[in-house]
């Protein structure tokens, strides 16, 4: 996750990658080796003004609030809204955000998301939040506030980047670095392709519609003593 102040003093800019699954899965529980990508979520915030303006650029959706009391979760842009919410700004405020990859691609989004939203606030509040914390606030932006289920890798990855031997562990995860060196990381970059298959991707129910959920042995490990081992 990166985030800073963009040219002009009014604006702050954050960016929070995507990520993909290398090996495994943790639905129910288990082990997966989760890898950040260069597509990204992206949110300009822009202080001024008297009210509260929330687009999704790249889904053609807009809200216009007077002030926040008037925030309600309505299905409309409901993820700014809760980050409103849980980092107020005062005054009034535009919030951009845009993500490089369709809705429901399965890369992770709502996590990413929500890491880069928060971030963007925090920096407007002249707070930081180191990543850990980062994506803690965001799992509770998705769980607790909207009361949306969310994977506790999606917002990890984004806050962390990199790649990660993620572990499903009781009443939470347990997340390892994965030792790939750049010239490793730029070699599976080159072979690796990502491809929407024009369905969505049904979060927590680990299959697209009309097809079975997949179980099966520990691949997590195996793949990321492969990429330590190059």
């Known amino acids: 996750m990166s985030a800073g102040p963009a040219a002009s ?3 702050v800019r954050a960016r929070a990658p995507l990520r993909i699954d290398l090996g495994g899965g943790i639905d129910p529980d288990g082990a997966v080796v989760v890898a950040a990508v260069s ?6 915030v822009l202080l001024g003004g008297r009210t509260i303006r929330l687009r999704a650029e790249d889904r053609d959706q807009h809200v216009t609030l007077s002030s926040p009391s008037a925030i309600t979760y309505d299905g409309r ?39 880069a939203l928060l971030a963007a606030l925090a920096l407007c509040r002249q707070e930081r939040y180191d990543a850990a914390q980062l994506a803690d606030l965001a799992w509770t932006l998705e769980t607790t506030e909207l009361k949306l289920p969310l994977d506790r890798e999606d917002p990890h990855v984004s806050a962390f980047g990199g790649v990660h031997l ?46 079975s959920r997949v179980a099966g042995a520990d691949l997590a490990t195996p793949v990321a003593a492969a990429l330590e081992a190059g």
């Not at 597509?39 to 300009?44: G, I, N, Q, R, S």
């Not at 809204?81 to 990859?101: F, H, Q, S």
């Not at 709502?110 to 890491?115: E, K, M, R, S």
């Open 77 to 115: 842009l409901d993820r700014p809204k809760a980050a409103l919410n849980m980092l107020p700004v005062t005054g009034g405020i535009e919030m951009l955000t845009r993500v490089d990859a369709p809705d429901d691609a399965g890369l992770g989004a709502p996590g990413a998301l929500n890491v």
């Open 166 to 211: 993620v572990t499903r562990r009781e009443g939470g995860i347990e997340a390892r670095a994965v030792g790939a060196s750049g010239d490793q990381l730029a070699d599976l970059a080159a072979h690796l392709i990502v491809a929407f298959l024009g369905r969505a991707y049904v979060s927590g129910r680990g299959a697209w519609p009309g097809e």
């Open 39 to 44: 597509l990204a979520v992206h949110v300009d």
């Open 9 to 11: 003093p009014l604006t």
